[in-house]
């Protein structure tokens, strides 16, 4: 099993900047990819950014240029830098760890962003 508990979130103006933890536990050894998702009120979730263990990674044409995914291994943490947010930014973000698929979620942080 693997635990993931994230942080972070909160309410920000429009234009302004978040920083989303991820802090992974128990059986990471195996995880190939952890990756942020986000869900907002009447939505379906969707994949915000991935990064693999070799580091690369993907983001969502929206959030490009604009979200930063990154990694300390040491820490066994993800983040998730968020600029210049908007409102559409507003939603419940997930941190997710995939193994065969995206295996593992956390519970989920709100971020709200004000115009």
């Known amino acids: 099993q693997v635990q993931l508990v994230e942080s972070g979130g909160g309410l920000v103006q429009a234009g302004g900047s978040l920083r989303l933890s991820c802090a992974a536990s128990g059986s990471i050894l195996r995880i190939n990819a952890m990756g942020w998702f986000r869900q907002a009120p009447g939505k379906q979730r969707e994949l915000v950014a991935i990064i693999t263990n070799g580091g690369m990674t993907t983001y969502a044409d929206s959030v490009k240029g604009r979200f930063t995914i990154s990694r300390d291994n040491a820490k066994n943490t993800v983040y998730l830098q968020m600029n210049s947010l908007k409102p559409e930014d507003t939603a419940v973000y997930y941190c997710?760890?995939?193994?065969?698929?995206?295996?593992?979620w956390g519970q989920g942080t709100q971020v709200t962003v004000s115009s």
């Open positions: 997710s760890a995939q193994r065969t698929w995206w295996d593992y």
